[in-house]
């Protein structure tokens, strides 16, 4: 069934000097609504490297990088204001921010080209390579 | 880390109220010149290992040897015997014994506690705290301190401990004993400076998550204290659990947020519990399910095409 995006042009115009912080975790919490991640999240750079950030996490040690997402990409924050009772009908989501960066955070592990997350980004150059339209070569 | 001179427990206090405690600190009085020439023993002694609020603190302190009689007629004692008042005052006493007797605290904060107990490679209290002791050492040493001999109040078994030390220092007379506060003076100096710097710490605690403070405190920050089983019930943040005064690595604080918390899975966890090894005849002749599966380019990087929410 059909999914529709709703973007209102004041988000889409705060884009990209007012972009949200968003942060990869690597666990789910399960919750859903507003947290105080300003207050009790705080990143600070690797003493070691200052590439990479370190925070915590429920106490856990957690290493992270600021990643940009490939160019020609968006990351949307979606908004389901009434989510739907029974599958398969049509839905409704708002945009409610626009980002193309974010910080990507492992459980005491820098981040590298063995994270699935990191190296998924690749595909997409290599989908472009094999979908594109061929462009006839005139001799 | 840094260094920075204190000469009373309100300097400790003031000291700690004006620095971030999210990171470790070693804090050291001026080495005593006599210290430098003449044999010197050292005692090492911790505070603040079982509470689940606030850091762990480890200390050293020596004097030249024929002075530990000198420490002794001062007054010291296991701390955990004194009172906090009779703590603060011997700490100001030892402080005034700065031509003879030199000590050194590391504020082991109780985040950095966490991440070291949560690692992916498990790393104990007790590897931490011999870690600590370990450093301080090399820091008297390295900052010239004539020692000869070591006197530790143990974590762990107590010979174990002793190899391990003995190992590190050949060239030190190295005892490692339990209740070591109570008998050598100078492990009872390093006792008191521990605990005075953990208690003032805990007192100035800063909160940098916007914690407000409440007017009953926190109290000892032991598990049995009403107050700080109170202060835990009411300091639940539903995603982040606790402020980093709170040692969330403490089975005590970890059962509340399994109560009160948002559950929170991690997924390597999952992955490392589920290791299957295949029987040997599972090699042998053809396999009869043949699902096409994804190729491994996809599934290493958990790629799915996706037609619906």
Not at chain 1, 19 to 41: D, L, R, W
Not at chain 2, 10 to 15: A, F, I, P, R, V
Not at chain 2, 107 to 131: A, E, F, G, T, W
Not at chain 2, 254 to 260: C, P, R, V, W
Request: hydrophobic share 35%; proline share 6%.
């Amino acid at each position: 069934m059909a999914i529709h995006l709703n973007c209102s042009v004041k988000t889409v115009e705060n884009f990209p000097d007012n972009q949200p912080v968003i942060h990869y975790m690597p666990c789910e919490i399960k919750s859903n609504g507003p947290a105080g991640v300003s207050t009790y999240f705080k990143p600070v750079d690797n003493e070691k490297d200052s590439k990479f950030k370190k925070a915590s996490f429920r106490g856990r040690p957690l290493q992270g990088e600021d990643i940009s997402l490939p160019s020609g990409y968006r990351g949307l924050v979606v908004q389901e204001t009434k989510q739907p009772l029974v599958e398969n009908v049509e839905r409704t989501m708002h945009v409610s921010h626009i980002f193309d960066r974010l910080t990507y955070w492992n459980w005491d592990k820098v981040p590298s080209a063995n994270d699935p997350f990191i190296s998924a980004l690749s595909w997409i150059d290599i989908s472009e390579a094999l979908h594109s339209p061929i462009e006839s070569i005139s001799d | 880390m840094e260094d920075s001179s204190v000469n009373c427990a309100e300097h400790l206090g003031k000291y700690f109220s004006e620095r971030d405690n999210s990171s470790n600190v070693i804090l050291s009085s001026d080495i005593p010149a006599i210290c430098k020439t003449e044999k010197c023993c050292l005692g090492v002694d911790e505070a603040g290992r079982g509470p689940v609020l606030g850091p762990m603190v480890y200390g050293v302190a020596y004097c030249p040897l024929d002075k530990s009689a000198s420490l002794k007629k001062l007054g010291c004692a296991d701390s955990k015997v004194l009172t906090e008042e009779k703590r603060e005052e011997l700490f100001g006493k030892l402080c005034e014994g700065k031509d003879y007797v030199g000590w050194s605290v590391e504020v082991i904060s109780p985040n950095s506690i966490c991440n070291s107990m949560l690692r992916r490679q498990k790393y104990s209290l007790n590897q931490v705290s011999h870690d600590s002791a370990i450093g301080l050492i090399k820091k008297a040493v390295d900052d010239g301190v004539n020692i000869a001999e070591v006197f530790v109040d143990t974590v762990g078994p107590a010979e174990k401990y002793q190899e391990k030390l003995s190992k590190i220092f050949p060239e030190f007379k190295i005892t490692v004993a339990s209740k070591a506060d109570a008998t050598y003076p100078c492990v009872s100096a390093a006792s008191i400076c521990a605990k005075v710097a953990r208690d003032r710490a805990l007192q100035v605690w800063k909160f940098e998550d916007g914690v407000e403070k409440s007017e009953d405190g926190w109290g000892s920050g032991y598990p049995n204290d009403p107050v700080t089983k109170k202060f835990l019930q009411k300091n639940i943040d539903h995603v982040f659990g606790f402020p980093q005064m709170v040692r969330m690595s403490w089975s005590t604080a970890d059962k509340i947020l399994q109560e009160s918390a948002a559950p929170v899975e991690w997924e390597e966890e999952e992955d490392e519990a589920s290791g299957n090894t295949p029987s040997i005849s599972s090699y042998f002749g053809a396999s009869k399910t043949k699902k096409r599966s994804t190729h491994p380019y996809f599934r290493e990087r958990c790629l799915k095409s996706t037609v619906s929410l």
